[in-house]
């Protein structure tokens, strides 16, 4: 597998600027796809893509390939049918057109002793959709002088944020960024879903809430989503911040106790964390330590449309 991911990686790395492509920024290419092959996921299924009416089983290989798309088809395979989809929408296929628009063909979902399960038994709803896309983790070649040079304090170079589906398969072609990992975001009429693919693997992963985080959810409308969205894909925030923003998204408000467990950390990160997003006014916060709640700032989201600064 690392040969095949290797030889596409290579030639969408061709698109790059001549001269960011040193010896230094292969070595470093090598690095991150031997990271990231090695990253341990929960496999919720398998991916390939039709693009205007071919199949590949890389995304990265028709992006390689083609140099931009009409109609993009997702269709993930082997769906495990475990327990596991409190957070997650079984689905089977999604359609992207160019414009961002598109459609979904999904399971419905069951209660099944206090667990969502996927009813395959009661067939596939469809719902008109439409769609960005967002990099969760990626490469950006950056030449040996380029990198002694920036300042320790400049972060090295990230892709852009959230993306029509057009505009960021023509950033990939530019040679902006290789996308490694990336969250698919669906708006629905009165929901938003994610969805989590590899691009090395072409698996499908779990939300990394599920079997974490219990409580009950709240509706929040397609534009607060947007926004949250847009937020999130910037790649500003820290890992940590991002996951932090999406869960509080999803309740009426959390705690540093309820975050640490939640996210693996102690319960001084989850409070250092969520003072830089109180910082950032993306949260607030009632009451102190030891009993202090934090909320999403949804009135700094709308004033801002998720567009945060630096």
């Not at 002694?148 to 960024?177: I, K, S």
């Not at 938003?192 to 691009?199: E, T």
């Not at 894909?233 to 911040?241: P, R």
Request: charged share 30%.
């Amino acid at each position: 597998m690392e040969d095949d991911v290797r030889e596409v990686v290579e030639k969408l790395l061709s698109f790059a600027p001549p001269e960011r492509v040193d010896s230094f920024a292969r070595k470093n290419l090598d690095s991150a796809i031997i990271n990231n092959l090695g990253d341990a996921v929960f496999r919720l299924g398998d991916v390939e893509y039709i693009v205007d009416g071919k199949r590949y089983g890389s995304l990265l290989a028709a992006m390689a390939e083609r140099e931009i798309f009409e109609e993009l088809t997702v269709v993930f395979n082997n769906l495990r049918f475990e327990p596991v989809w409190r957070y997650d929408l079984p689905v089977r296929k999604i359609k992207f057109y160019s414009d961002g628009r598109g459609g979904m063909l999904y399971f419905p979902k069951k209660m099944v002793m206090g667990r969502y399960v996927i009813d395959p038994s009661s067939g596939l709803l469809h719902g008109k959709i439409m769609t960005m896309i967002g990099t969760e983790r990626w490469f950006i070649p950056e030449d040996i002088k380029t990198a002694t040079e920036r300042p320790q304090d400049v972060p090295p170079a990230r892709p852009p944020g959230l993306l029509p589906p057009a505009d960021f398969w023509r950033e990939v072609r530019r040679g902006t960024f290789i996308p490694f990992r990336v969250t698919f975001y669906v708006y629905a009429r009165d929901a938003r879903y994610r969805f989590i693919v590899d691009l090395l693997r072409n698996l499908w992963i779990k939300d990394f809430r599920e079997g974490r985080f219990d409580r009950v959810t709240v509706n929040r409308s397609p534009l607060d989503s947007l926004y949250l969205d847009r937020v999130v894909a910037s790649n500003v925030l820290k890992d940590v911040q991002k996951k932090i923003l999406i869960y509080a998204f999803d309740v009426e408000d959390c705690s540093p106790s309820e975050i640490a467990y939640g996210l693996g950390i102690t319960e001084a990160m989850a409070r250092n964390h969520l003072q830089a997003l109180l910082a950032r006014n993306l949260m607030t916060v009632e009451g102190s330590p030891p009993n202090e709640t934090y909320k999403i700032n949804l009135e700094f989201l709308r004033e801002t449309k998720g567009e945060v600064m630096e």
